[in-house]
């Protein structure tokens, strides 16, 4: 399994993140032979939000391992978000951060978060209260470590400015259609879709401050009209993909995959699946890596421009 370095720590982290999302769906004995399957294969990180399933990814989750003495705590590396409620309102209050990690740890069956991300901004964020509620999860050891989740740069300036803890990650969609944070790097100073900068240059910002990118939805097509592997409104894109899917002889689905480990931001991939084969088959990105020409020909099959 390809390791990156998350962000300006030393810590290393494989670059496919298992994502929880609908693992509420397995049962026990499945999620726990999944859970298996995915660490055997060097993908220990995975990734919760307390609303997942309404926190029932996290129970189950922490039921599987709790109930596995095979299965070791420290062989993982487990984080989760916080800040939605849903239905009502986006909550990054001092008081909500610190009773969700405490609902979180219930439910893992766990004593802390290796990492803790901030779910979505909240409009009515007062960073000191993120910066004391960080401050006080580290000094008791709940959480080691601290990031956002589709969060733009001067938000993530904003935060800095009070919080003491570096921010190693942001989670952010992004797949071979759905990249407009590449297209406006593209496309600079030019009146195409693409060039609209719609996260005020994301991309670069984490680049520059060494924060780790984490890819969600990588199959995603535009608008959430489902995956776009197969699909024919992607038919150009899916031909491309095959072509170089019997090169490398591996899956449709590590080919897409490997395009977004290709990035020298060194993102991690989410994936949310909760098949194995397809967990295995993203996990064998980390074994190619596209060439310059190959990477640009899956980017503009998607239906983008260069200039």
């Known amino acids: 399994m390809k390791k990156i370095q998350l962000g300006t720590s030393k810590l290393q982290a494989p670059a496919v993140v298992v994502g929880c999302m609908r693992l509420a769906d397995l049962s026990t004995q499945d999620m726990n032979h999944y859970i298996h399957t995915a660490i055997e294969h060097g993908a220990n990180f995975f990734d919760h939000a307390d609303i997942y399933a309404g926190g029932k990814s996290e129970e189950l989750f922490g039921k599987a391992v709790h109930e596995?003495?095979?299965l070791k705590r420290e062989d993982m590396m487990i984080q989760s978000k916080c800040g939605i409620k849903p239905g009502c309102c986006y909550d990054q209050s001092k008081e909500h951060i610190l009773q969700s990690v405490d609902h979180i740890l219930y439910r893992l069956q766990t004593d802390y978060l290796d990492v803790l991300l901030l779910h979505r901004p909240d409009a009515?964020?007062?960073?000191?209260?993120?910066?004391?509620?960080?401050?006080?999860?580290?000094k008791s050891g709940k959480v080691r470590y601290f990031g956002v989740s589709n969060h733009k740069p001067m938000q993530m300036e904003l935060l800095k400015k009070y919080v003491k803890q570096p921010l190693l990650i942001n989670q952010l969609q992004f797949s071979i259609p759905v990249s407009n944070m590449v297209a406006n790097g593209l496309e600079v100073n030019m009146e195409t879709e693409g060039a609209t900068d719609r996260d005020g240059s994301v991309?670069?910002?984490?680049?520059?401050?060494?924060?780790?990118?984490?890819?969600?939805s990588p199959f995603q097509m535009p608008g959430w009209q489902g995956v776009f592997l197969g699909n024919e409104a992607y038919a150009a894109l899916n031909k491309e993909i095959k072509v170089l899917a019997d090169k490398y002889q591996v899956s449709d689905t590590t080919i897409a995959a490997s395009w977004i480990l290709r990035h020298p931001a060194n993102m991690q991939l989410v994936a949310g699946t909760t098949s194995e084969k397809r967990l295995l088959e993203i996990i064998d990105a980390g074994h190619i890596t596209l060439t310059r020409e190959e990477w640009y020909k899956l980017y503009l099959a998607a239906g983008h421009q260069l200039p």
């Open 68 to 70: 596995d003495s095979s």
């Open 203 to 216: 991309l670069d910002y984490c680049r520059l401050h060494d924060i780790t990118i984490q890819a969600w």
């Open 124 to 138: 009515l964020v007062e960073p000191e209260e993120v910066a004391e509620a960080f401050a006080q999860l580290e």
